[in-house]
């Protein structure tokens, strides 16, 4: 049988509560700055992004559309990017004229971000920005622009509230830090 999280978790590093709240603030700055935009359109970036999307989208009182994109990067195992990414799932909205916020998880290397973003520039939104929950700026190879970032966290891997420990424990209401000895394939 599968080992419950506790197995796997070092820490709790940011708990649900404080999640919540900077969210909740995230939103409000997003209401601000996109206040009377009459063609916002969130685009979640799949799996990993899709509750803090759910809970961003809840706070956001301009009125928008949603749909998700999954990407994935290959060649350097499960919890390393490369150069090398893929659009494993298009969109089904069209951007073009659509004023865009990207909405992710955690950059990381910003590979997968950089391959998201050149694709939807090339579609012609009005504007293209991005929200990202967690950014881990010491990881960073690619230069990229973050509008809106939630937590600047260290060089750790992280897992829960979207973030996957080899595509388990996405549920968890915080997120937490996995135990070094969890990550075996590094
Ligand atoms: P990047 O291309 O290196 O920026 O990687 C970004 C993707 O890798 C994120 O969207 C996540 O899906 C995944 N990732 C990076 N760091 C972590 C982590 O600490 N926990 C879980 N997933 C991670
Ligand atoms: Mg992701």
Redesign the pocket.
């Known amino acids: 049988m599968a080992l419950a999280y506790e197995a796997y978790l070092q820490e709790i590093l940011i708990d649900e509560a404080t999640l919540q709240n900077r969210i909740a603030q995230l939103g409000a700055q997003i209401n601000l700055d996109y206040a009377g935009c009459g063609n916002l359109l969130l685009l979640c970036?799949l799996k990993?992004g899709v509750m803090f999307l759910s809970d961003l989208s809840r706070h956001i009182n301009v009125p928008h559309v949603i749909d998700f994109m999954a990407a994935s990067?290959y060649g350097k195992g499960a919890?390393q990017?490369t150069g090398s990414?893929r659009i494993d799932m298009d969109m089904r909205l069209d951007v073009k004229d659509k004023h865009v916020l990207v909405v992710?998880?955690?950059?990381?290397?910003?590979?997968?971000?950089a391959f998201v973003l050149k694709t939807l520039r090339n579609r012609e939104p009005a504007s293209l920005k991005l929200c990202a929950l967690l950014n881990?700026q010491s990881?960073r190879e690619v230069d990229i622009d973050v509008d809106y970032i939630g937590f600047n966290i260290e060089n750790?891997?992280?897992?829960g509230y979207g973030?996957?420990l080899d595509e388990r424990f996405r549920n968890l209401r915080f997120v937490g830090v996995a135990r070094t000895d969890a990550l075996v394939d590094e």
């Open positions: 970036v990993g990067s919890r990017s990414v992710e998880d955690i950059i990381d290397s910003g590979y997968t971000l881990k990881r750790k891997y992280v897992f973030l996957d």
